[in-house]
């Protein structure tokens, strides 16, 4: 199993290019089970949830051409199999955005639930719901979701919590029902609008994506339809942090410094120097080390949960005490006992974490238990004294392009190492 070593105590300094968004790409690439021809994406990122779903949609039968650039051209003529397996779902819980495309186009779907995680609980109840208040008939048995549906008709669905894939899944499901849907208190995240912008592409009438109120007339069919997927605003956020830490000086270009709002009010607060450009953000340090600051994460445009465990490894090294509560997930602060593992302060109270920053870390062998708590240890291995191990890196992988490439253009001392003992 691959590893990152780690030799803390380098600056950053220079110019990365930030990769399309994961969480954007992949309700993209399900959207395309919903086209009647070719749909051409670009700035798709290199990553193992991509491959997981391509292979997802490969293994139903979409026509799948991919260039060397990850320019994807996807089809859906000659969908055979409207199953997604729990050997893929399992790996990878966004699969289930396979539910409402197959199911409002084939009028069938079969997909595995993606049961426990890591993270939290993550039921898929609301998706569910949402579907059957929009006359599919389904049953969940044996481990997997089974729906049908003629064709799904139009509905109001008050959303109890604001659900970024269950507003994704259902938002697919109705371009394609009879009559008019109304998603209320609708997640309002970057990566909604941009399928919704995707699916409008396609002959969709969406409105009010980005806003609590999603309003979808259904239409009987879709088109294929070119489109370019939106920067990684979490990566982004991950390189911010990253310079923040190390007192450095970065510029990070392809990127879209006004879908990360909280997350630069926040880094101007530790004392970051932040510019931005249309499509670029720098952040100065000027060597200092980062003030304490206090997180308290909740659905867009509040600050995001994706970034929370960077955060904790900044908080630990930051100048007086942090207090960050999670609000979205119930057990997101597994990375917290392994920045312990290098020193941290970390007090755990519930969903709070208490961290009384220290000036320096110690390098030690961590695990990654998730995609961003394996993005903190990175982080605080960037700048603990010695080196780090990181284990489990496969979760960094679904989720980071070239993490180790795109650190050592900046001036890290990161490498990967397979199967070290
Ligand atoms: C998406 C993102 C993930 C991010 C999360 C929150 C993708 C592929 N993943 O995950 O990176 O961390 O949003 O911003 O876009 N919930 C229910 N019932 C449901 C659905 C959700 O109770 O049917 C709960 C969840 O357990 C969680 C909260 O709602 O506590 C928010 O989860 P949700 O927004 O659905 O997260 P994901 O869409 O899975």
Request: hydrophobic letters at 45%; one cysteine or more.
């Amino acid at each position: 199993m691959d590893k990152l070593l780690i030799t803390g105590g380098y600056p950053l300094n220079g110019e990365i290019r930030i990769s399309g968004a994961k969480n954007a790409a992949l309700p993209i690439l399900a959207a395309t089970l919903l086209a009647e021809g070719s749909c051409h994406l670009s700035n798709v990122p290199h990553l193992q949830d991509i491959t997981t779903m391509m292979s997802l949609l490969g293994r139903m039968g979409v026509e799948l051409i991919v260039d060397e650039k990850m320019n994807i051209e996807a089809n859906s003529r000659s969908v055979h199999t409207l199953e997604a397996h729990y050997e893929l779902v399992k790996t990878m819980r966004a699969s289930i955005l396979v539910l409402g495309p197959l199911l409002a186009k084939f009028g069938r779907a079969q997909v595995s639930l993606p049961g426990g995680c890591a993270i939290g609980a993550r039921p898929v109840n609301l998706h569910i719901q949402g579907l059957i208040a929009m006359g599919a008939d389904i049953q969940v048995e044996g481990g997997y979701i089974t729906a049908k549906a003629k064709r799904l008709h139009g509905a109001t669905l008050l959303m109890d919590l604001v659900t970024v894939t269950g507003t994704e899944n259902l938002m697919m499901a109705a371009t394609l029902a009879e009559g008019i849907t109304l998603i209320e208190n609708a997640a309002r995240e970057p990566e909604v609008v941009d399928l919704a912008n995707f699916l409008n592409k396609m002959g969709a009438r969406i409105q009010g994506a980005g806003t609590e109120t999603i309003c979808i007339e259904g239409v009987p069919q879709l088109t294929g339809a070119e489109y370019s997927v939106l920067p990684d605003r979490i990566e982004t956020g991950t390189y911010l942090v990253a310079a923040t830490m190390t007192g450095s000086s970065i510029k990070l270009k392809g990127t879209d410094p006004h879908l990360l709002d909280a997350i630069l009010v926040k880094l101007r607060e530790v004392g970051a120097k932040i510019t931005l450009g249309t499509d670029w953000v720098a952040l100065d340090m000027q060597g200092r080390r980062p003030k304490a600051v206090n997180i308290h994460t909740a659905p867009y445009p509040a600050f995001p949960t994706d970034m929370q465990a960077q955060f904790t490894a900044m908080s630990t090294i930051s100048e007086g005490v942090s207090i960050l509560t999670e609000t979205v997930f119930e057990n997101r602060f597994m990375h917290a006992l392994e920045l312990q593992r290098m020193g941290a302060d970390i007090r755990l109270e519930g969903n709070t974490a208490i961290i009384k920053g220290i000036a320096e870390l110690q390098a030690a062998p961590v695990m990654a238990t998730d995609l961003r708590a394996s993005a903190s240890l990175v982080l605080a291995g960037l700048v603990a004294k010695g080196e780090t191990w990181v284990d489990r890196i496969y979760h960094i992988d679904r989720g980071y392009e070239r993490i180790e490439e795109k650190l050592t253009q900046l001036g890290a001392k990161i490498r990967r190492v397979r199967n070290h003992v």
